[in-house]
């Protein structure tokens, strides 16, 4: 068994999603066009994954078996609608930026995910461990992504739009620097030539530890 470090930093090394495991795209390529678009929509996600999985790992022997997809997707959309809420009234802006994909938390197949394989197996110390760390590593997943995509397709970086804390780095041409970035297009790019350099470095990290062998 893992011990609790070890499933706290999981999240950031081989279950790093979404460019380890692959899951959450549909949000990553979406809202990812910005930073502040990215921290928010990972943020968001993580407050629900953490709270989720102690609600359901407090529950997980009261759970009959047949229903608990339906059990789990009822506690997600609670803390979901908190998290609505919340950005309704504290940050409308980041929720007009996240829009639709706010609601499409509940049925995020992280969330789900590890509401299945983790939360309902484990206590509540080690389901929160678990959340944070895979919220975090998809907070860290989306804002890496949103911070590239931005950097150059506007040449700046907006770290909270209503507060206008904008910053300019590189020179700008009618308002963008390498337009393709911030397009749907560039998402799948940009999302691909990291999964491309991440697998490269595991290639390489898998064939030093075969050479010492």
């Known amino acids: ?7 706290f930093t999981k999240g950031f090394t081989e279950q790093l999603p979404p460019f380890k495991l692959v899951l959450g795209l549909c949000p990553t390529l ?16 993580l407050f629900v994954l ?9 529950l997980r022997n009261l759970i009959p078996k047949k229903v608990r997809i339906a059990a789990f997707i009822t506690v997600i959309a ?26 499409l938390i509940v049925v995020n ?11 309902k197996k484990n206590n509540a110390v080690r389901s929160i461990l678990d959340g944070a760390g895979i919220g975090l590593g998809f907070t860290l997943s989306l804002g890496v992504l949103g911070f590239i995509r ?7 970086v907006t770290l909270f739009s209503q507060a206008n804390l904008k910053f300019q780095l590189l020179p700008v041409t009618d308002g963008y620097f390498f337009k393709l970035a911030v397009e749907p ?12 350099f991440i697998n490269l470095a595991s290639m ?7 050479s010492y062998s």
């Open 1 to 7: 068994m893992k011990t609790l470090r070890q499933e």
């Open 30 to 45: 979406a809202v990812t066009t910005s930073l502040e678009g990215g921290l928010g929509m990972g943020l968001a996600t």
């Open 50 to 58: 953490i709270m989720s999985n102690l609600v359901i790992s407090a």
């Open 78 to 103: 609670g803390f979901v609608v908190i998290v609505e809420l919340l950005m309704k009234a504290y940050t409308p802006q980041l929720f007009d930026i996240l829009g639709v994909f706010i609601s």
């Open 109 to 119: 197949c992280i969330v789900l995910g590890r509401a299945e394989a983790f939360a």
């Open 150 to 156: 931005e950097v150059l397709g506007r040449g700046s």
């Open 185 to 196: 297009p560039g998402a799948f790019l940009f999302l691909g030539l990291i999964l491309f």
């Open 204 to 210: 390489r990290q898998e064939g030093k530890k075969t």
